[in-house]
């Protein structure tokens, strides 16, 4: 223990290195304590070591606890265990350790063989202390028995180098060298024996390793001398060797040996069994049968633990000191395809970024075969149609897994790739493995609006700071760079005048008025909504929105005609007795801000003195005498006139109309008074009648011979023609549609169809409309019509 000792504490590590094709080599010896170093991988690999710890660099090992670690800061390699060379490589003749140093940002891999050498730390033990053998005094000089050699887990020169026997004049010791089995000692007689002079001998064995100073183990021997059986057992064969596939079944005959003895009686019986060299992992595998000879596998054979078997057989007979001899049996296993590559993944990246060029490395794959030839020959690739491929490393049976195309998120989150590795045997055998890739996003999405533009109507006197309508949009994109934040583009224009008393909530798009908004003011407006991701940098788009503002009924009709001087709808009308049925009293012209049939006004009589005199047309206004006048009919009448509109809740006014009947001259002295009082403002109101008409005519003529060159040139399909009167004064309205080609129009106006007119004296205020259908009907389809658009 003293040497060993100090033979530890004398060991410089990292004596050796070498680069050959980017593979370092050191060696070490064993037993050194943790900590030692065996060398500097940063320094010998010409790396940065203030990135070592930055760039993760480390040894991978597919065991247990690693033998080695790198120090991240100097990028030395130290032992991180104790390392018993006997345990790691047995008693091979070379101990080489490959590592796998890896360093990460860029990949690298870097290949590291320490090699541990062997100290003299055991010493030669035999497998039993005390052996008794019988020898025959006839046995003549010259004789060899072979005995069981003393086994030295140590290799090279400090195994076993050489035994010695104690000192005799009767036997001497030989060495029969048998290579990976090590040093056989052999018994050698070089005098005869005299059972006479000497019945039994005690000797002592001792084996010797090459170890300075050297360590030794003994056994001693006691040589019994038995009666003459002078005749050996001969083997038929003076070599035996066969071939043996590695997947035999038990119960397998390998061989079957055979041997004779001259001698009469038990003296010429042979047995059969194993040499003393024989090892226990041997009798393990194969069974001997005592008396046919037979070999027989009785274990498992696996050509990639060992390729060839030397078994010692002996054969002995049944004298009362048997006789032996000793052949050797040399099997081959012969390598059969029974090892399934194995895949191993290193240094994987389990996360790509979408944005990754074609060629950026994923991963870095090893494939491994035990078994040697075509079996072992391994082919790796990929299956699946996916953007990844599999390129060879300049190390054997190593691939990188990069990307071959580029990858887009929004398509493909997440790609799992089966790696599948195929050796060349007969039949080939394969494995498998899973390798899970995600997609990891950039910003490389717009946001993206449901609809584009946005068409909204909203009624008019909504109220302020209410939610009105919303935006939305999307973004194909994932968590930050998916959230979506909404803004209204503030342009210097006149719609930012509409567009400031506007509010949108930036997390949902809901868009708010913060005033009410008047159809007679303001029919519509639009405004561009914005969106921007979160992402960095962030992205945006924008949309139209449309906004057409509905009209309510919130406007009751206002009397025209007649009004007074103080401003009350009143009149006073005096027309002669003499008159006939069916006479023009007077006509009640009303307005209506509103349009549609929110608009429309209709006319009827709340009050009236006698109902059989006078009658009100509901859509014009005029006021006519059902009958003529008798003596007895009062001289005054009084007619309250009710104008509604049409809308949901219908608003309205009166208007009252003093009727005075006069005779006929009173009548007429009465209108030459209001002629001449008049005559310059019927002037004027002729004038502007004229210039209306003709406008009016002018327009339509010009919209006939539009539409007619519309309907040769296009298939048109709408429902009616509609002029706009100038003078329009709201009396009546409607909302009519059409479609021309693949257009789509709406007007809104009083409606004039065919056989209407302009009744004179009234200013054009009121249509005179034929009573050809149902006015409620009319007016709600045409409403309908608008409200889907």
């Given at each position: 223990?003293?040497?060993?000792?100090?033979?530890?504490?004398?060991?410089v590590?990292?004596?050796?290195w070498?680069v050959?094709?980017?593979?370092?080599?050191?060696?070490?010896?064993?037993?050194?304590?943790?900590?030692?170093?065996?060398?500097?991988?940063?320094?010998?690999?010409?790396?940065?070591?203030?990135?070592?710890?930055?760039?993760?660099?480390?040894?991978?090992?597919?065991?247990?606890?690693?033998?080695?670690?790198?120090?991240?800061?100097?990028?030395?390699?130290?032992?991180?265990?104790?390392?018993?060379?006997?345990?790691?490589c047995?008693?091979?003749?070379?101990?080489?350790l490959?590592?796998?140093?890896?360093?990460e940002n860029?990949?690298?891999?870097?290949?590291?063989?320490?090699?541990?050498?062997?100290?003299?730390?055991?010493?030669?033990?035999?497998?039993?202390?005390?052996?008794?053998?019988?020898?025959?005094?006839?046995?003549?000089?010259?004789?060899?028995?072979?005995?069981?050699?003393?086994?030295?887990?140590?290799?090279?020169?400090?195994?076993?180098?050489?035994?010695?026997?104690?000192?005799?004049?009767?036997?001497?010791?030989?060495?029969?060298?048998?290579?990976?089995?090590?040093?056989?000692?052999?018994?050698?007689?070089?005098?005869?024996?005299?059972?006479?002079?000497?019945?039994?001998?005690?000797?002592?064995?001792?084996?010797?390793?090459?170890?300075?100073p050297?360590?030794?183990?003994?056994?001693?021997?006691?040589?019994?001398?038995?009666?003459?059986?002078?005749?050996?057992?001969?083997?038929?064969?003076?070599v035996y060797?066969?071939?043996?596939?590695?997947?035999?079944?038990?119960?397998?005959?390998?061989?079957?040996?055979?041997?004779?003895?001259?001698?009469?009686?038990?003296?010429?019986?042979?047995?059969?069994?194993?040499?003393?060299?024989?090892?226990?992992?041997?009798?393990?595998?194969?069974?001997?049968?005592?008396?046919?000879?037979?070999?027989?596998?009785?274990?498992?054979?696996?050509?990639?633990?060992?390729?060839?078997?030397?078994i010692?057989?002996?054969?002995s007979?049944?004298?009362p000191?048997?006789?032996?001899?000793?052949?050797?049996?040399?099997?081959?296993?012969?390598?059969?395809n029974?090892?399934?590559?194995?895949?191993?993944?290193?240094?994987?990246?389990?996360?790509?970024?979408?944005?990754?060029?074609?060629?950026?490395?994923?991963?870095?794959?090893?494939?491994?075969?035990?078994?040697?030839?075509?079996?072992?020959?391994?082919?790796?690739s990929?299956?699946?149609?996916?953007?990844?491929?599999?390129t060879?490393?300049?190390?054997?049976?190593?691939?990188?897994?990069?990307?071959?195309?580029?990858?887009?998120?929004?398509?493909?989150?997440?790609?799992?790739?089966?790696?599948?590795?195929?050796?060349?045997?007969?039949?080939?055998l394969?494995?498998?493995?899973?390798?899970?890739?995600?997609?990891?996003?950039?910003?490389?999405?717009?946001?993206?609006?449901?609809?584009?533009?946005?068409?909204?109507?909203?009624?008019?006197?909504?109220?302020?700071?209410?939610?009105?309508?919303?935006?939305?949009?999307?973004?194909?994109?994932?968590?930050?760079?998916?959230?979506?934040?909404?803004?209204?583009?503030?342009?210097?224009?006149?719609?930012?005048?509409?567009?400031?008393?506007?509010?949108?909530?930036?997390?949902?798009?809901?868009?708010?008025?913060?005033?009410?908004?008047?159809?007679?003011?303001?029919?519509?407006?639009?405004?561009?909504?914005?969106?921007?991701?979160?992402?960095?940098?962030?992205?945006?788009?924008?949309?139209?929105?449309?906004?057409?503002?509905?009209?309510?009924?919130?406007?009751?009709?206002?009397?025209?005609?007649?009004?007074?001087?103080?401003?009350?709808?009143?009149?006073?009308?005096?027309?002669?007795?003499?008159?006939?049925?069916?006479?023009?009293?007077?006509?009640v012209?009303?307005?209506?801000?509103?349009?549609?049939?929110?608009?429309?006004?209709?006319?009827?009589?709340?009050?009236?003195?006698?109902?059989?005199?006078?009658?009100?047309?509901?859509?014009?206004?005029?006021?006519?005498?059902?009958?003529?006048?008798?003596?007895?009919?009062?001289?005054?009448?009084?007619?309250?006139?009710?104008?509604?509109?049409?809308?949901?809740?219908?608003?309205?006014?009166?208007?009252?109309?003093?009727?005075?009947?006069?005779?006929?001259?009173?009548?007429?002295?009465?209108?030459?008074?209001?002629?001449?009082?008049?005559?310059?403002?019927?002037?004027?109101?002729?004038?502007?009648?004229?210039?209306?008409?003709?406008?009016?005519?002018?327009?339509f003529?010009?919209?006939?011979?539009?539409?007619?060159?519309?309907?040769?040139?296009?298939?048109?399909?709408?429902?009616?023609?509609?002029?706009?009167?100038?003078?329009?004064?709201?009396?009546?309205?409607?909302?009519?549609?059409?479609?021309?080609?693949?257009?789509?129009?709406?007007?809104?106006?009083?409606r004039?169809?065919?056989?209407?007119?302009?009744?004179?004296?009234?200013?054009?205020?009121t249509?005179?409309?034929?009573?050809?259908?149902?006015?409620?009907?009319?007016?709600?389809?045409?409403?309908?019509?608008?409200?889907?658009?």
């Amino acid at each position: 223990m003293e040497q060993r000792s100090c033979l530890l504490g004398c060991v410089v590590a990292a004596l050796l290195w070498s680069v050959t094709a980017a593979q370092l080599r050191y060696s070490i010896s064993e037993g050194v304590s943790e900590g030692t170093a065996v060398g500097n991988i940063a320094k010998d690999l010409g790396l940065d070591r203030s990135t070592l710890k930055e760039r993760k660099c480390r040894i991978v090992s597919t065991g247990g606890e690693p033998l080695f670690q790198v120090n991240q800061r100097d990028g030395v390699l130290y032992v991180s265990r104790d390392i018993d060379r006997e345990e790691v490589c047995a008693q091979s003749s070379a101990c080489l350790l490959n590592l796998k140093t890896v360093l990460e940002n860029p990949l690298e891999v870097h290949y590291v063989a320490v090699e541990v050498m062997d100290v003299n730390d055991h010493s030669p033990v035999f497998p039993e202390t005390e052996k008794t053998m019988e020898i025959s005094e006839s046995v003549m000089p010259g004789a060899r028995f072979q005995l069981k050699p003393a086994r030295d887990r140590d290799s090279g020169m400090f195994s076993v180098q050489q035994y010695k026997l104690s000192h005799n004049e009767h036997f001497r010791v030989e060495v029969k060298d048998k290579g990976e089995d090590g040093k056989i000692p052999i018994l050698v007689l070089h005098k005869a024996l005299d059972r006479e002079a000497a019945a039994s001998h005690s000797l002592v064995l001792t084996a010797v390793d090459g170890g300075k100073p050297p360590k030794s183990g003994e056994m001693r021997i006691k040589v019994n001398v038995m009666d003459v059986n002078d005749n050996h057992p001969i083997f038929s064969q003076d070599v035996y060797s066969v071939s043996l596939i590695e997947n035999a079944p038990q119960g397998t005959t390998v061989v079957q040996v055979n041997a004779t003895d001259l001698d009469d009686g038990q003296n010429g019986e042979v047995v059969y069994s194993f040499g003393d060299s024989v090892s226990e992992t041997l009798v393990s595998v194969f069974d001997i049968n005592h008396i046919t000879g037979e070999l027989i596998v009785i274990g498992s054979l696996d050509y990639e633990t060992k390729e060839k078997y030397e078994i010692e057989i002996q054969a002995s007979d049944k004298g009362p000191a048997p006789l032996t001899s000793e052949k050797s049996v040399i099997i081959k296993i012969v390598d059969v395809n029974d090892n399934a590559p194995e895949i191993e993944v290193t240094s994987f990246f389990s996360s790509i970024s979408e944005d990754s060029k074609p060629g950026t490395t994923v991963a870095l794959v090893s494939v491994n075969d035990l078994d040697s030839g075509l079996n072992g020959k391994v082919v790796c690739s990929i299956t699946d149609d996916v953007p990844f491929a599999l390129t060879p490393s300049l190390q054997d049976r190593m691939y990188s897994l990069v990307t071959k195309s580029p990858l887009n998120r929004e398509e493909e989150s997440k790609y799992d790739i089966k790696l599948v590795a195929v050796d060349s045997g007969k039949p080939a055998l394969s494995s498998e493995k899973m390798i899970s890739v995600i997609v990891s996003d950039v910003n490389d999405n717009r946001p993206q609006f449901s609809q584009s533009p946005y068409t909204f109507y909203l009624s008019e006197g909504n109220k302020p700071g209410e939610f009105v309508f919303s935006v939305q949009a999307f973004d194909l994109d994932e968590n930050d760079n998916s959230v979506i934040t909404y803004h209204i583009s503030r342009e210097r224009n006149e719609e930012s005048k509409v567009t400031s008393f506007l509010n949108i909530n930036s997390d949902n798009g809901h868009i708010s008025a913060l005033k009410s908004f008047d159809f007679e003011t303001v029919k519509s407006f639009h405004f561009q909504v914005v969106a921007t991701d979160s992402g960095s940098p962030s992205l945006s788009s924008n949309v139209t929105v449309n906004v057409f503002i509905l009209d309510q009924n919130d406007n009751p009709p206002v009397i025209l005609y007649p009004v007074n001087s103080n401003g009350s709808a009143e009149g006073v009308e005096e027309i002669p007795r003499n008159v006939n049925a069916g006479h023009l009293v007077t006509k009640v012209r009303a307005y209506d801000a509103d349009v549609g049939y929110n608009g429309w006004l209709l006319f009827s009589l709340q009050q009236v003195s006698d109902h059989s005199l006078f009658g009100l047309d509901r859509y014009t206004g005029q006021i006519r005498t059902l009958r003529s006048f008798t003596e007895t009919d009062e001289a005054e009448h009084k007619l309250v006139i009710l104008v509604k509109d049409n809308g949901n809740v219908s608003l309205s006014a009166t208007a009252t109309v003093l009727v005075k009947v006069v005779e006929p001259k009173e009548a007429f002295a009465a209108s030459d008074v209001k002629s001449s009082a008049k005559v310059d403002e019927d002037t004027d109101v002729t004038f502007y009648l004229m210039i209306t008409l003709g406008s009016v005519s002018v327009l339509f003529i010009i919209s006939i011979i539009v539409l007619i060159a519309m309907q040769c040139s296009k298939s048109t399909d709408y429902t009616s023609k509609y002029l706009q009167e100038t003078n329009y004064d709201g009396t009546l309205c409607h909302s009519i549609q059409y479609r021309s080609g693949d257009k789509r129009y709406m007007l809104v106006g009083p409606r004039m169809s065919i056989g209407s007119t302009i009744v004179p004296g009234s200013h054009a205020n009121t249509l005179v409309l034929p009573d050809r259908r149902r006015p409620s009907e009319e007016v709600w389809n045409s409403y309908d019509n608008k409200i889907r658009q």
